[in-house]
């Protein structure tokens, strides 16, 4: 039995193991990388987003609110890392530079973002993508993502929420652009 990061233990093996039952995690797992083949990792960032946005609307069903807000932030990124995939040449051009993988293995720090897209540059990002509605949305899905963490806080002194009404509907509001974006982008 293995134990994921403080996780629940997993029976059996492996993390793709417990993903049997949701195969189309399972694609996601294998996740190319945008240096290796862009198109192909733009589909995939693109499926993610929708599997995460799917995800937080059932967690939403079934009273599971920080949890939710977590798979909208989570599909927020994924579909705002397809985004910048699509436009790499801006988002290289804002981002000069390399960035070292290993001892042989050098990518452009543009290509290392759309990879990674870390939460502290999908503002940034978003910024030089150009799209407002986008913006909107990285915004919401930060501020989902602290709740998820600080949870509610009635005098919005730790948290931005101060009612689950709110955060529900940011949720809402969240997947609901994720499924139309995400799929008005899909071959």
Same mark, same amino acid.
């Given at each position: $039995? ?5 996780? +629940? ?22 996740? @190319? ?18 599997? !995460? ?9 079934? &009273? ?6 977590? =798979? ?12 910048? %995939?699509?436009?790499?040449?801006? /988002?290289?051009? %804002? ?8 001892? +042989? =293995?050098? /990518?452009?720090?543009? !290509?290392?973002?759309?990879?990674? $897209?870390? @939460?502290?540059? $999908? #503002? ?10 986008? #913006? ?14 600080? &949870?509610?806080? &009635?005098?919005? !002194? ?7 009404? $709110? ?13 139309? %974006? ?6």
């Amino acid at each position: $039995m293995r134990q994921l990061c403080g996780a +629940t233990p997993i029976e059996g093996g492996g993390e793709r193991e417990r993903f049997k039952s949701f195969p189309a995690a399972v694609d996601v797992l294998s996740l @190319t990388k945008p240096w290796v083949d862009l198109e192909k990792y733009r589909r995939d960032r693109l499926k993610e987003a929708m599997y !995460e946005a799917e995800l937080a609307e059932e967690f939403l069903k079934n &009273g599971l609110v920080r949890n939710a807000a977590g =798979k909208a932030f989570q599909a927020v990124k994924a579909y705002l890392a397809a985004v910048a %995939a699509a436009q790499r040449d801006k /988002v290289v051009a %804002a981002f000069p530079g390399r960035r070292r993988l290993g001892p +042989t =293995k050098v /990518v452009e720090r543009g !290509e290392w973002i759309i990879a990674v $897209m870390p @939460t502290s540059r $999908m #503002r940034e990002v978003a910024a030089v993508i150009g799209d407002r509605e986008l #913006r909107l949305m990285v915004e919401l899905a930060l501020n989902l993502h602290e709740f998820q963490y600080n &949870g509610l806080d &009635g005098d919005a !002194e730790v948290s931005r929420y101060a009612s689950e009404e $709110m955060v529900r509907r940011d949720i809402e509001e969240v997947v609901s652009y994720i499924r139309r %974006a995400a799929s008005g982008q899909q071959p």
